[in-house]
């Protein structure tokens, strides 16, 4: 009897659990069985293994194995596991040093050739490895730059399953292990994207201005205007005017777009992603979900960026309604019969909006061709309970020839540099209670000492409150947006001017009825 044992990552949203991939070879009919809740793609790897095999020299065909992915209560997906079942079948044949093969965590597909192929979620299964004490991985040479971004791990790679095993025999001669992947083996990125600037917006000072606001808070925006008015313009130029994401941010960002393969071959991306999904996306594209796997939605990738639903009336109401709960919470659930998925989506929402179906209904309305019924039904897509989460809401009109002659406004290098101290600020302020925002601090917090505002302070929006015009979710998001504008301007304490500021943009910018 012999047993070969290798390891590789079940992945179960961005959370990965260690799984020891175990063969015995035993005597009687040939055979090839795997155990340990695969899906279809793995239950087919067999096929792949002893096609790979034969392309490395070595024939299966006679053998009686039994692969078991251990631990077996965990389901299993995807073809990751080709490989670490490929060296655990050639280590239990005595193939390959059963010794220095055990520790290692192999993640790749194989081709029928015995190349070693990409596999999403290279990179949260990289740091599951890490974070239960693995030390060294072996992946596809397309996956080592992604690899190579978790610290204290050693990448090794291979072009093919016979390149691998001539390796691990080298290093058992020698005494050591795996040489880690060289530069040449990582593979290069595409040329960089053109650099947006918030100076080529022409006029729109309030909006500029509450865009400004929206990044140093960490607000969510309702841009409410015009076909043509800039809507979009300032929406893709948030991003730039937002400060770069740490290390740990970073990592968490990628890790989430590593799983529907959109990592960037190359380097840690610390621009805050920037996700636009096209009107006539499902619940399942924007949330996440899906047959089989579940996946990330445009919600979870732009996690620590922004989120962008353009045309947001034009979205389907399932869908819209779908986004409240992750906007509190920071984060998807998704429930399956079997299994329960969790995915991070702390993301700043912002929404562009026209004010009616034919995009005229602005101003005096004269070239609106739309019926007060269809105004009305159209203004009701963006419900209330999810206009209740949005803190800035700005109407956008046209430009006028008086903006295009103006001089060039600021640079998106140094709103952002008055955003980056405006958070710092903040993170000066609310480190020390667990946050690092003005936006996600808890009302409760807000309205108790030492942060409860004087009366004199807040007398408009205790009116409002009274008066029904704002819900207490409402009156707190106005008091987070009040001490954001507070911070832009230096002030220490939010003045009568500042929640006067906050209120009006939570209120003026709602789709007209």
Not at 116 to 137: D, F, I, K, S, Y
Not at 379 to 400: F, N, T, W
């Amino acid at each position: 009897m012999s047993i070969g044992v290798t390891r590789g990552v079940a992945l179960r949203g961005i959370t990965g659990h260690l799984v020891d991939i175990e063969c015995h070879v035993g005597r009687g009919l040939p055979a090839f069985d795997i155990s340990g809740l695969p899906d279809a793609a793995l239950r087919q790897a067999p096929q792949r293994v002893r096609a790979a095999s034969i392309s490395a020299g070595f024939s299966l065909n006679s053998r009686q194995l039994t692969v078991n992915l251990s631990p077996a209560s965990i389901p299993k997906h995807g073809t990751g596991f080709d490989l670490g079942i490929a060296v655990a079948v050639l280590a239990a044949c005595e193939e390959l040093p059963a010794a220095l093969v055990r520790p290692v965590v192999h993640l790749a597909e194989l081709g029928l050739d015995g190349r070693l192929r990409h596999v999403t979620g290279v990179l949260p299964a990289v740091l599951a490895a890490q974070a239960a004490g693995c030390e060294h991985v072996v992946v596809a040479p397309e996956d080592v730059a992604e690899a190579r971004l978790v610290e204290g791990v050693r990448v090794s790679t291979a072009g093919t399953l016979g390149e691998l095993v001539l390796a691990y025999r080298s290093a058992q001669r020698e005494g050591g292990g795996l040489h880690p992947a060289d530069e040449a083996s990582v593979t290069p990125g595409g040329p960089a994207a053109r650099r947006l600037d918030l100076a080529e917006v022409s006029g729109q000072h309030e909006a500029r201005t509450a865009l400004m606001l929206a990044a140093a808070g960490g607000h969510h925006l309702l841009l409410n205007g015009p076909p043509g008015s800039g809507k979009t313009m300032l929406a893709e130029r948030l991003v730039t005017i937002l400060p770069p994401l740490t290390r740990e941010q970073a990592l968490e960002t990628l890790a989430v777009r590593s799983l529907v393969g959109v990592a960037p071959p190359t380097g840690l991306d610390v621009v805050p992603p920037f996700v636009a999904p096209h009107h006539s996306a499902s619940v399942a594209a924007l949330v996440g979900g899906g047959s089989g796997v579940v996946l990330p939605g445009a919600l979870s990738q732009a996690h620590h960026g922004v989120l962008f639903l353009d045309e947001a009336a034009e979205f389907g109401s399932a869908v819209l309604q779908a986004l409240r709960q992750p906007l509190e919470s920071g984060r998807v659930v998704i429930a399956r019969a079997r299994e329960r998925v969790t995915y991070p989506a702390r993301v700043q929402l912002v929404l562009a909006a026209n004010p009616c179906p034919c995009g005229e209904g602005h101003g005096k309305g004269l070239a609106c061709r739309c019926r007060p019924t269809e105004r009305r039904a159209y203004a009701a897509r963006l419900s209330g309970p999810l206009l209740d989460r949005v803190d800035i809401q700005v109407q956008v009109p046209k430009v006028s020839l008086a903006d295009l002659s103006e001089d060039p406004p600021d640079s998106s290098e140094a709103v952002a540099a008055r955003v980056l101290a405006a958070r710092e600020v903040q993170r000066r302020r609310w480190e020390p209670l667990g946050w690092s925002l003005n936006s996600q601090v808890p009302g409760p917090q807000l309205r108790r000492r030492p942060w409860r505002l004087p009366s004199a302070t807040t007398a408009t929006l205790d009116r409002a409150l009274d008066l029904g015009q704002v819900t207490v979710r409402g009156y707190d998001r106005i008091l987070r947006l009040a001490w954001t504008s507070a911070d832009l301007n230096g002030r220490t304490v939010p003045s009568p001017t500042d929640v006067g500021l906050a209120l009006m943009y939570r209120t003026q910018g709602a789709v007209a009825a």
